[in-house]
């Protein structure tokens, strides 16, 4: 004889040389093994484990049959199952076998023929999906998305978190960056109407308008738009003598941007700006272009040194014409050059009965003769 005891949240199986007999719940039994009784005891929570029994058979017991709930899931379906209102698993198995004792299940079934999951699923499950089962498609601030099923575009997405089921349609998507993007055209070297070989770097900024025409028409807009401009940029070089280059590189860059304007509808984009950032010379050329700044520059310094000369002694001219006009301002100067000698004479000696203003002058007039 062999004792069994089944506790509370567990069924056992009653079987007889390999043949299912009932349902036990809990409580202690006792059977012989000897006449091939066996028990096999599993827990009744989850799913179902039948231990090798066919479902049919067990399903003719009134007890089991009365204690487990079955979930069919259609193929174009997959089920959400919840346990005791709150959200479990999901499943996608055609039939499945839970225990409906311990454990209240409800199941959604959710039809994923329609490739965006917000048609079908509320938002707040759509997080709780496992990761294979759907495609994430995430648009940032300044892009644009074109989504495509099986290859055939749909429609545009703005901004924003996009789900879309793995199943039945293929789901694809090409972003594209709406912001203005800049791009480098460096070290163009390119030889000017008076063969000097310069070296230019320019840049441009554009954005993209229609990305719906653009994935029709254009491959590659960026290396188009950079081929474009560098072929205008060589075309006015090559006509231009490297001083109009170098006095016309605002001029340059305005006439790049007209150029280039003339294509951005065609290119399915808006140039915003060119602009010229060097414009790299030759080091011979280089070498001539800064000795002829100097001598710029030395002339420049002749000229103000030979204005200032001019303005000091008309200024002294003036002065004396005024001195001479005006016996008063000539003793004011006297005065002046007096007191700048007494800063610098520590003692002075008198002789005679001139006065002291008379003999200063007299020192002052004999030093300057004398030097």
Not at 39 to 65: H, R, S, W, Y
Not at 107 to 131: A, G, N, S
């Amino acid at each position: 004889m062999t004792n069994y005891i089944i506790k509370e949240q567990e069924c056992g199986y009653l079987c007889r040389n390999g043949k299912f007999l009932r349902l036990l719940t809990a409580g202690k039994y006792t059977y012989p093994r000897v006449f091939g009784y066996t028990v096999e005891i599993i827990p009744m929570t989850g799913e179902v484990k039948t231990c090798g029994i066919p479902e049919e058979i067990l399903m003719q017991d009134n007890n089991f049959a009365s204690r487990v709930v079955k979930v069919v899931i259609p193929d174009e379906c997959i089920a959400i199952r919840f346990v005791n209102k709150a959200y479990r698993e999901v499943l996608t198995r055609a039939e499945t076998l839970f225990w409906n004792v311990y454990e209240k299940n409800e199941f959604r079934l959710v039809d994923i023929t329609q490739p965006c999951m917000e048609d079908t699923l509320p938002r707040i499950y759509m997080d709780l999906m496992p990761v294979k089962y759907y495609k994430k498609i995430t648009i940032k601030d300044g892009e644009a998305g074109l989504l495509y099923y099986d290859m055939h575009f749909e429609k545009r997405l703005s901004t924003g978190t996009y789900y879309f089921w793995n199943y039945g349609r293929e789901v694809t998507c090409k972003i594209f960056n709406m912001k203005i993007q800049q791009m480098d055209i460096s070290g163009q070297e390119i030889l000017t109407a008076d063969k000097v070989g310069v070296r230019l770097n320019v840049v441009l900024n554009y954005a993209v308008t229609s990305p719906e025409k653009l994935v029709e028409r254009v491959e590659g807009v960026a290396s188009l738009l950079y081929t474009c401009a560098q072929l205008i940029l060589r075309e006015y070089v090559g006509r231009c003598r490297l001083d109009e280059l170098l006095a016309g590189k605002e001029e340059l860059s305005g006439i790049i941007l007209e150029k280039m304007k003339e294509k951005q509808e065609e290119y399915c984009v808006k140039v915003t700006n060119v602009g010229i950032k060097d414009i790299i010379l030759p080091g011979e050329i280089r070498d001539i272009m800064n000795t002829v700044l100097v001598a710029e520059k030395k002339a420049q310094a002749n000229v103000i040194m030979r204005r200032e000369e001019v303005a000091s002694t008309r200024s002294l001219l003036n002065t004396a014409k005024l001195m001479e006009e005006n016996k008063t301002l000539m003793r004011l100067k006297e005065m002046e050059y007096l007191e700048k000698i007494c800063d610098k004479v520590g003692s002075i000696t008198l002789n005679g009965g001139k006065s002291v203003l008379e003999q200063l002058s007299e020192l002052t007039l004999g030093k300057e003769v004398s030097g």
